[in-house]
């Protein structure tokens, strides 16, 4: 097989392994990005998370397949380095030990190099981020291609999908999404200076969390971050007719409110008009369940409206997958 017919055998078996596992109806189902760990594990492909030496991940095919998938980087680069490795056992290759490398190049460019290591690359971005993976999230947040334009747009989407800044941008110019000038655009503004425009004038002691957007168009959603995420929540409030959302559930459930704005949008008119109620909030701590904050009038048990999203903040993963964890718990 040539090295071409080769790449587009490996993004065949992305699709197809997405097809078996009904991936796309999970996501709009759920939300949230691809379930890298869960379909290695629904495999049955031992996988673990452990430090290693100069390595991010591991492919080890006798005398058993298993994958190792170090815990020194952020879960953006171990799911991409576990969808590398899964592609190493799907596409029957032998032992692989990875290192940084197989972050800084691309099966599609003109660069060349192993065609083994091609595949696996090739498999990873096309079963990470499925074209159609994309257009679930930009659809839902009413984003086109003008929207892409804006670099906080295309952050925003990367945290969705569950993809570093720098994938995102180049996943989205892989499918012509973006131009290959606006690409470059993009990837020289770095994730850091777009959390500190996000943030304002309320600045993170270290800029490793990331900063989550949330809107009515996240209603329903599965968030899936770091247990040191920030979350920017900006809701429309029909405070002239005496609506107001109530922020306690997020104190109760452990966010610490950071800021609480209502700001009138530039369109409104007159007094008395709709707000919209920006509140910033923080988590410090492993955690997972649901928030469900209410618009209502204080005086009355109605409410007007509801917004409601599914939070996964664990960050990245050591030892067992906690998939494995919480199964052999419940057992």
Partial sequence: M????????????????????????????????IDVFGSILQLSVPLLFRPLDKLLGAFVPQPSAGIIITTERSLAIQRFTAAHELGHFKLGHGGSFDDESILNRSPFGASRYSTVEAAADAFAASFLIPMWLLEIHAGRQGWNADSLRDTVHVYQLSLRIGASYEAACRSLARYNLISGGLLEQHLAVSPKKIKQHLLGNHPLKTWYPDVWVLTEKDQGALIQGGPNDVFLVRLKEHSGSGYLWNADQLKDAGFTIVSDERQVPDHTEGIGGDVDRVLLAASQFEAAGQLDLREARPWEAESLSHFTVTYELFGKETGLPRALRAKVAAA
């Fill in 2 to 33: 040539s090295r071409r017919d080769i790449l587009l055998d490996a993004i065949s078996e992305a699709g197809r392994l997405h097809q078996a596992a009904h991936s796309r109806e999970l996501v709009e189902a759920r939300g949230g990005g």
